[in-house]
């Protein structure tokens, strides 16, 4: 009788998340042999005739309303995978984001934790020096090829073998010799254990001071910190020392970067400071690499994690704070299947951990700078560098009526052939790859575009082809126009490949170094081109948005932007908020060792007001006097928006589509709707796009909408339409 008293006050309905898109999670029933699986433990269950998936515990129940449940398969997790501060998040994710629970869960979990077999998680090593270089130069003096492994180690450690292969093929093999002789070690990939936090030898300045001084007076409870600081005024300092501070007391500390490329530099900068034990998280890691990482920090195993955005969701034993650096950086949105704000995650990750929460930038955004100025967050401001540089000065290069050479003109060309007569180095920044904007006839205007797409086809001129940049399809080079058969069939505009073959043979003595996502595809390619600019030789850098961000070159003194006057004819009201911050991030390249930097803009509009705001004053007068016009017009941040996206391959049926939605939306006085109305690009991968766009003064009645919208929707699409909801959208396109 006692045994069967135990049972029915035992839950037997479990409810469980899983990732389909129909029902946050579904019912069932957990057998009388199976222990209790906790909260947040994956689990496997039966879905449809044959299927078994993985799903996740999100709570037990006494009683289903459905009848006949079908029972549990196994439980894989004896301890919860996910805390209730984790699983808190994803819940209120998915509710914000209007995204099903079960698939907000999955798109978060590691792919390693998404497989219903369980098997224990492969563990792979990365190799780090262990003595100094002194000591290593003497045990090989006669072996050269091993000192050098061990010298690139010295550098650029914790590293794996095979990222080394440009430096000798047969790396792995001289990593295990140079361990046998005790002068390297290996370590669990993504993890390193730090125990020499060096004295960095300064003191801080007055700002910084301030700022960590604010930042500790509010640990252990939920604040948001603006940390805005110009470029090398400190800002990593100030989280490094608040990071020690938390490690002190046992906390743990995650700190998110924008993009991978970012993450090996913050990571370097960090361990070298503290000692414990850290981890790095992004997509570039194995799927077991990154479920060891959660797997550590779940457990406490780990003090610091640095990661890209979807390391918000990891689960932290105890979490002292996030550290969201370059939080304007469009990066943290997915833009893709969940889209979410990994920066206002990490803000409502805060509320949830109660603990602070530090966004950190130069340029902040403006739905972030709108917080400060109204005082929702803490505003801490850095406004001088550390080392008393002068910001960069500014030249406008007006490209109307001037002599060009591959997309830079004469003026230009002098500039560049001056700083690197100086020894010093250049970059050339714009924000388009291949070798010509478009292809054109002279004769008829005939302009080549992607069949699939709307859009132009670029030139790449080693491949001799054409490649539309947005569903990759490539098509021959055309001799004769197709429209009028004239050979007047020429490329317009420059990319990175032309722009880098003009300064090539125009500065032939000097190494031209590319980044951009033909040239620079793989981590070893990075770090080749990286090791060059580093080594400190004069040179030109040619690159793409990938080298906008936090990257440090110290030898740096003149940055030209070419390319930016499509912004002035965009239809997004944020495009000149992101040209600010992309012209700032980039000029703050400049000059942040000795020499004193130099911005040449090259466009059309020197005389822009936006030119003269920004450079004449400085950011923070430029973003409050754009804040003002927003708040005039009601665009975000003062409102609140979504859009709805939509795509088929008949434009009319999916214009009805999305009129039928509009129609069905009640009318509410604090909800405009515009649209349907084409995407900026009407048709992607041969798909029409269009959006219906909502704004609101008030955030509740929006989400009331879609969520009605939603479910009255899900029920109702014979067309089978893909459609999507995108909560404060970042982008249009
Ligand atoms: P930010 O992240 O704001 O661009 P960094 O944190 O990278 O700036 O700092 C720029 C440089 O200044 C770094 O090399 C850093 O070591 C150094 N630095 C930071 N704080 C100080 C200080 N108080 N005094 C001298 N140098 C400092
Ligand atoms: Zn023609
Ligand atoms: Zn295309």
């Given at each position: 009788m006692i045994h069967?008293?135990?049972?029915?006050?035992?839950?037997?309905?479990?409810?469980?998340?899983?990732?389909?898109?129909?029902?946050?999670?579904?019912?069932?029933?957990?057998p009388d042999e199976f222990d209790l699986p906790s909260v947040g433990a994956r689990v496997v269950v039966?879905?449809?005739k044959s299927k078994q998936l993985v799903g996740m515990v999100v709570s037990l129940a006494s009683s289903s309303k459905y009848q006949q449940l079908k029972p549990l398969t196994a439980i894989l997790d004896s301890e919860p995978l996910l805390n209730e501060a984790a699983l808190q998040l994803?819940?209120?994710?998915?509710?914000?984001?209007?995204?099903?629970?079960?698939?907000?869960?999955?798109?978060?979990?590691?792919?390693?934790?998404?497989k219903t077999d369980n098997k224990p998680i492969p563990i792979h090593y990365w190799w780090q020096v262990q003595a100094s270089l002194e000591a290593a130069r003497t045990a090989l003096v006669n072996a050269p090829k091993q000192l050098e492994v061990f010298?690139?180690?010295?550098q650029h450690g914790p590293i794996q073998s095979k990222s080394m292969a440009h430096i000798n093929p047969a790396a792995a093999k001289i990593c295990r010799q140079l361990q046998d002789k005790h002068l390297i070690t290996s370590s669990e990939l993504s993890f390193l254990a730090t125990d020499h936090a060096c004295d960095p030898g300064f003191t801080l300045t007055n700002d910084q001071a301030n700022a960590l001084t604010q930042i500790e007076n509010h640990q252990d409870q939920f604040k948001v910190h603006l940390l805005d600081g110009v470029t090398g005024s400190g800002k990593t300092e100030v989280y490094i020392r608040f990071i020690s501070k938390l490690l002190g007391k046992q906390q743990q500390a995650l700190v998110l970067v924008p993009e991978i490329g970012l993450t090996p530099q913050l990571f370097q900068e960090i361990s070298q400071r503290i000692n414990g034990q850290m981890a790095i998280l992004h997509s570039g890691l194995s799927a077991g690499a990154r479920a060891r990482v959660w797997h550590h920090a779940a457990r406490g195993l780990v003090d610091v994690v640095v990661s890209t955005r979807s390391g918000i969701f990891t689960p932290f034993k105890n979490l002292g704070a996030v550290l969201v650096d370059e939080e304007h950086d469009l990066s943290y949105k997915q833009q893709e299947g969940t889209r979410y704000s990994a920066r206002d995650l990490a803000v409502l990750r805060g509320k949830i951990e109660k603990i602070p929460v530090i966004l950190g930038s130069a340029t902040p955004s403006f739905e972030t700078l709108n917080h400060a100025i109204n005082g929702k967050y803490h505003w801490l401001k850095l406004r001088s560098r550390t080392n008393h540089n002068p910001m960069p000065s500014l030249m406008l290069q007006n490209t109307q009526s001037k002599q060009f050479n591959k997309g830079l003109t004469t003026q230009t060309l002098g500039?560049?052939?001056?700083?690197?007569?100086?020894?010093?180095?250049?970059?050339v920044f714009l924000n388009r790859r291949g070798w010509s904007h478009k292809l054109m006839c002279h004769e008829c205007s005939w302009v080549a575009e992607c069949?699939?797409?709307?859009a132009y086809l670029t030139f790449h001129q080693h491949l001799n082809l054409l490649k539309c940049h947005h569903c990759n399809r490539r098509y021959s080079l055309p001799e004769f126009c197709p429209?009028?058969?004239?050979?007047?069939?020429?490329?317009?505009g420059a990319g990175t490949e032309k722009i880098a073959a003009g300064l090539s043979e125009r500065f032939s003595q000097h190494q031209i170094v590319r980044f951009d996502r033909d040239s620079v595809n793989t981590p070893a390619a990075w770090q080749k081109n990286l090791d060059i600019v580093r080594a400190g030789k004069p040179c030109v850098i040619v690159g793409t948005q990938m080298l906008s961000k936090g990257h440090d070159f110290p030898l740096l003194s003149l940055v030209v932007v070419v390319n930016v006057d499509n912004s002035f004819y965009s239809s997004d009201f944020r495009a000149t908020e992101y040209l600010a911050q992309l012209l700032i991030q980039v000029s703050g390249r400049a000059g942040r060792a000795k020499t004193k930097g130099e911005v040449i803009i090259q466009t059309q509009f020197p005389e822009h007001e936006f030119f003269q705001t920004l450079f004449k004053h400085n950011y923070q007068t430029f973003a409050q006097q754009?804040?003002?016009?927003?708040?005039?017009?009601?665009?975000?941040?003062y409102t609140y928006m979504a859009i709805i996206r939509a795509q088929h391959r008949n434009e009319s049926v999916l214009d009805q589509f999305l009129h039928n939605m509009a129609n069905g939306l009640e009318q509410h006085e604090d909800i405009s709707v515009l649209g349907p109305l084409p995407a900026p690009m009407q048709k992607r991968q041969k798909l029409y796009r269009m959006q219906l766009i909502l704004n609101s003064n008030d955030r509740k009645s929006l989400h009331q909408m879609i969520h009605q919208l939603k479910q009255r929707n899900e029920a109702s699409n014979e067309q089978n339409i893909q459609w999507f909801i995108d909560i404060d959208p970042v982008s249009f396109d």
């Open positions: 069967g008293m135990q049972k029915t006050t035992r839950p037997h309905v479990v409810q469980v998340a899983l990732k389909v898109p129909f029902a946050p999670y579904l019912d069932y029933q957990l039966p879905l449809g994803l819940k209120q994710a998915a509710k914000y984001y209007q995204i099903n629970l079960g698939e907000m869960i999955f798109t978060a979990l590691p792919a390693w934790y998404r010298e690139y180690l010295y500039a560049i052939e001056s700083h690197l007569a100086e020894n010093n180095q250049v970059l069949d699939d797409c709307d429209q009028c058969g004239s050979q007047k069939v020429e490329t317009m754009q804040l003002e016009e927003r708040d005039a017009m009601r665009f975000p941040p």
